[in-house]
């Protein structure tokens, strides 16, 4: 039996725009793992392995279920430790400060340029729970997110601080990619999945690395769905 | 002939805040590496071993003269392989990613605190080069600089994102430091030595991690000189 993803899906099936979703499907291919992905709405609860956690991603691995994406990549290195996700434990911390950093800043200046979008894009049986859940999370209605200004300045002046690293390395990761290439072009996963047309011009030598993100796994990411 | 630092001193010589002058001391004491530090000031760059570069940190070691904190924890790495600051070119990235976000946002945040401070230490000598040099840095006046309100909280809310890593690993590093954590150990020490009480409380787990930080090579950088 294969290993299979929990991952959310709009009204399209094939739309999958989730950022930790994507971060897992980027470590499982990394482990060369066969997986399968299992969509999921956002309000049925009944449909996810936990209905009570009521969250994704989470993959179940023959009798194994596991949940959150920073959970499954170390569980991932330690069932299979080939090719390491996170070859130190300091790669392994390194990895959180890049999640703590698309936590602070780059989700707070993209998010009100996804979210009107997503809920044009979910299932109708999803678009209530959406905007409530969303609506209670910015404390803003989706309408008020969708009219922010600047928000795409603010985006890219939010991706400067990677072009210090990724002006002196190929990948986060350094010549390879790691888990934190993989935490942060997740992130990147969600703008680009959620509209048709680039939202955002990234700052060379960033924009550079998306493009090596995407051709990655035989250009897995690449190939996604956008919406038309 | 013992391995040299050339650092940042205020009119008191002991009085050493630069925050990478402290990461190369701290770098120097992770190889256990025997060095002397050359106080300088910050005017007369003829006292620095390259005046036209004309910054510090800059170290010499035997006929060799590494320039750049960066760059000198590379050449450390290679001349000194054991007990490596960075133990996987990943390692090094995530240096570079920590050392970008402190030039973002701790230093914006902490910076009008200290500027009229540095100012009143620096040497007779040094204080009209330091005005006119950080006036042009940050277009305001060193008075219009120390009026800035609110910045103990921005300082507060730009070290959140430590939280992260330092929630599950004890250091930046993971189990022992490393490069990531001098960096940006190196970066509060500039305001630890800048003043004599300190000028922001640091979220939980940061301050257990500041505390550990202060701790190591047998308190080093705890026993260094603040301002009375």
């Known amino acids: 039996m294969s290993l ?9 099936p094939d739309l999958r725009p989730s950022p930790f979703c994507w971060m897992v499907k980027f470590a499982l291919l990394h482990k060369e793992l066969e997986f399968e992905t299992i969509p999921v709405g956002f309000a049925d609860k009944s449909q996810y ?11 179940v691995d023959g009798g194994e279920t596991v949940k959150d994406s920073a959970a499954i990549a170390a569980w991932l ?4 430790p080939d090719n390491p996700l996170a070859a130190t434990d300091g790669e392994a911390a390194a990895a959180e400060f890049y999640r703590a950093w698309v936590f602070a800043s780059f989700f707070p200046a993209i998010a009100p340029m996804l979210v009107a979008r997503i809920h044009a894009l979910a299932a109708e049986e999803d678009k209530s729970y959406f905007r ?5 999370r910015f404390g803003k209605t989706i309408e008020e997110l969708a009219a922010t200004t600047g928000q795409k300045e603010k985006v890219e002046a939010s991706l400067q601080v990677l072009s210090a690293p990724l002006g002196r390395y190929r990948f986060l990761g350094g010549h390879k990619p790691n888990l934190c290439d993989y935490t942060v072009m997740g992130s990147f996963m969600w703008p680009r999945l959620s509209a048709a047309e680039d939202l955002y011009e990234a700052p060379q030598p960033v924009a550079a690395w998306m493009e090596r993100m995407l051709d990655l796994f035989d250009g897995y990411a690449r190939k996604a769905k956008r919406p038309s």
Chains 1, 2 share one sequence.
């Open 77 to 80: 290195d330690r069932k299979y």
């Open 132 to 136: 409530k859940s969303r609506e209670e």
């Open 49 to 59: 392995p936990d209905p009570e956690y009521g969250r994704v991603p989470v993959i």
């Open 4 to 12: 299979k993803l929990y991952d959310l899906a709009l009204a399209d």
